[in-house]
């Protein structure tokens, strides 16, 4: 039998957020932490969680699992399990809509700033964009990202400087456009975060390596993004 | 080459590289000193006057000096915007914030001229 504690907060009704504490007999089966959350709404309907494709591809269901952060649907709880107890929180650092549910604006304002999207000023080819296979194999590790929010929210530089560091997430997804040879904008992308937050308050602790559900490396990256901008500027 | 930035200190990458060429400065000074604590058997007084008499020990040391003040300032602002924030303690984060960065403007100011003072007294 585990003890599941689950974070729970309606401002509505709440003075503070609390944890809730529910017995969960496992039948022995590894399941995955959605599950037993969607095992626990069964009991309580008024928990709130987000998920949706439920097999670590849509990035809704990033949660704080036993002190680490990560996709509830591909975490099993052989994983997650310590001393019987399974304690499950939002993602840390944003602002707590209810129970699980973090409000992203502030995730989302700075993916936005990083323009992600192709800009190439000259006249389209009939077909598309034609890249080498070299070229190609450089996006390899950048363009995986699903937007979970799992590295911003485990980056203690975009806690303190969510308006100004652009976290992890954004920067990879930076990365991946300054890398891609079809991509004619990389001097205005490197203007845009050549300020002492955008990028450099990176103190390359890696956590974001550490949580990242799909394996990718935003630290590497962001050293990629801070090597051409220190050449640019000598 | 990209846009320039308002001021030196409105670029990332000039900051980045300033405190990584004054870290590095300060660490060669460093190894000196130390060779010579190790090197010497009685480092006296008058050996320490004869050392700090050189010239060039003294552009050295002047240039070590500038650094340790370039390294610190850098590295203490940037705790100080990491630490107090208004997200973090409210809108008295920003007079918090400006009363830190004038106070240890100064007092680094005050270690800059008092080491030149030493240097040149010798």
């Known amino acids: 039998m585990l003890t599941v504690s689950v974070y729970r907060y309606n401002p509505e009704a709440d003075e503070a957020p609390y944890m809730q504490d529910f017995p969960f007999d496992s039948e022995g089966k590894d399941l995955m932490v959605l599950d037993v959350l969607e095992k626990l709404k069964v009991i309580d309907p008024s928990l709130v969680f987000r998920r949706s494709c439920r097999e670590g591809v849509c990035g809704s269901d990033g949660v704080n699992i036993s002190g680490k952060n990560g996709l509830a649907c591909i975490t099993p709880l052989s994983e997650a399990v310590r001393d019987d107890k399974l304690v499950i929180r939002p993602l840390p650092g944003l602002p707590v809509v209810r129970d699980l549910v973090i409000d992203m604006s502030q995730f989302y304002a700075q993916y936005e700033k990083i323009k992600p999207y192709m800009m190439n000023e000259s006249a389209p080819p009939e077909k598309e964009r034609l890249q080498s296979q070299e070229d190609r194999a450089k996006l390899d590790g950048l363009y995986e990202c699903i937007l979970c929010a799992c590295c911003s929210t485990a980056c203690p530089s975009f806690w303190w400087n969510p308006d100004k560091f652009i976290g992890p997430s954004g920067l990879l997804q930076a990365y991946r456009f300054l890398a891609d040879t079809r991509d004619t904008a990389t001097e205005e992308r490197l203007t845009d975060l050549q300020d002492p937050f955008s990028v450099f308050r990176c103190h390359g602790i890696m956590n974001c390596v550490q949580v990242c559900p799909k394996g990718l490396n935003p630290t590497k990256a962001i050293g990629h993004i801070r090597t051409m901008l220190v050449k640019n500027a000598l | ?122």
Not at chain 2, 20 to 35: E, P, T
């Open chain 2, 1 to 122: 080459m990209i846009g320039s930035p308002k001021s030196l200190s409105d670029s990332g990458s000039f900051l980045w590289i300033a405190q990584r060429v004054s870290g590095l400065l300060v660490f060669f000074y460093f190894l000196f000193i130390l060779g010579i604590l190790v090197s010497v058997q009685d480092v006296t007084y008058e050996y320490w006057k004869s050392i700090f008499n050189n010239r060039l020990v003294q552009v050295f040391s002047l240039l070590a000096i500038v650094s340790l003040i370039t390294h610190a300032w850098i590295g203490i602002q940037c705790v100080i915007s990491d630490y107090i924030t208004e997200r973090l303690i409210g809108p008295k984060a920003i007079l918090i914030r400006r009363t830190l960065s004038n106070f240890f403007g100064l007092l680094l100011m005050f270690y800059l001229f008092w080491s030149l003072l030493i240097l040149w007294n010798l």
